[in-house]
């Protein structure tokens, strides 16, 4: 897929030698544009803060406090926390337009919104001691982001607002996390009213993403060709062939299959004009561990915390030989469902699986269509999720 890409670049640099870049079409701005200013283009309310967790990873948050017109919902407002999947950042959720996108609709319809970033992304990539140049800060995988990363922004944001609970929804990584979470901290989850989960992913035996081939290789092979600290972070050349490449009609459909080879995508379902926003927002970094840790558990077919390598050292970090299984029928938080028929990263067969294990199962919707990206980049989304689950909300509260 690099190749086209490639090719593409080079029409494009001959193209504006020659005197052809009038042709052009005209990047969106956002593209160019970090989470804060993005949500202040669209004439909303921007709060951002940093995060201190337990091990001294310091996360970027966002937060939407209200609207862009007056709400007739009396203070308090209710709090709504969203979570990204992996290898993207809290960006992912306002790419499209006001009237496409989750935390700016329910910001108009008076919640107060906050955007979180796992460690390791492009807006959460710093430390109290630590360097990101350093093996030692990149020694992190889900269960992190679970065991500190998650309970440090929910205990902040309730901190903040002076509220006890909040809605929290997750994509695909972000459900991951929250199963794990709240299935192990019962303090953390009794502070969850919902948790809404968008193409959750616990168990990938099913999964058929190309990233599955690592599956096939040891850890000591990955690491030789991946390295061991930072993967697939957001780039200079993301960034050009975002704005330069993607921003032309000509090249869409390929940047969009390249774009989205790892989770799929409907062309018919996506704003195409879009697309440059989408390259250069979509991909922010995560760690190589994380990537192993989501290798072992496609060959594991079930949810377990990072193997280490050894008994020694799993028993260093488990006080067991053996990395630890989690049980999400533990977890009680009212927990809602929606996934895609077409969605090869959570693949149906893996997200039927894990239905009867949710203890506390307030809804479900099996969209026929919809594959991964379409949870919050799809056009028809405020209408296939958007609106079930802010009725979903409005009933909690009037409970």
Known sequence: MWQPLAAACWMLLLGSSCGESKKRSITNPEANMNI????????????????VTKDGYIL????????????????????VYLQHGLLASASEWVCNLPNSSLPFLLADFGYDV????SRGNTWSRKHLTLSPQSQEYWAFSLDEMANYDLPATVDFITEKTGQKQLFYV???????????????????????????ALAPVVT??????????????????IKAFLGDKVFSPHTFFNQFIATKV????????????????????????LNMSRLDVYLAQF??????????????????????????????????????????IYNVSKMEVPTAVWHG???????????????????????YKLIPHYNHVDFYLGKDAPQEVYQDIISLMEQCLQN
């Open 204 to 221: 990938v035996k099913y999964t058929h993403t190309p990233l599955k081939r690592l599956t096939s290789l040891s850890s000591k092979a």
């Open 341 to 363: 028929g077409q969605d090869i990263v959570a693949d149906p067969k893996d997200v039927v699986n894990l239905l009867p294990n949710i203890s506390n199962f307030i809804f």
């Open 283 to 324: 991909i922010m970094g995560t760690s190589v561990q994380n990537m192993l840790h989501w290798s072992q558990l496609v060959n594991s077919g079930q949810l377990q915390a990072f193997d280490w390598g050894s008994p020694n050292q799993n028993m260093k970090h488990f006080n067991q030989h053996t990395p630890p």
């Open 60 to 79: 970027g948050i966002y937060r939407i406090p209200h609207g862009r017109a007056c709400s007739n919902r009396t203070a308090p407002r209710p709090v």
């Open 170 to 196: 997750g994509h695909s990584q972000g459900t991951t996390i929250a199963f794990i979470a709240f299935s192990t901290n019962p303090e953390l989850a009794k502070k969850i009213k919902i948790f809404f």
């Open 36 to 51: 804060s200013q993005i949500i202040s283009y669209w004439g909303y309310p921007t709060e951002q803060y940093d995060v």
């Open 114 to 117: 906050w955007l979180g970033n």
């Open 246 to 269: 993607c921003s032309q009609k000509l090249f869409r459909r390929m940047c969009s299959r390249f774009i989205f080879t790892l989770s799929g995508f409907d062309p018919k379902n």
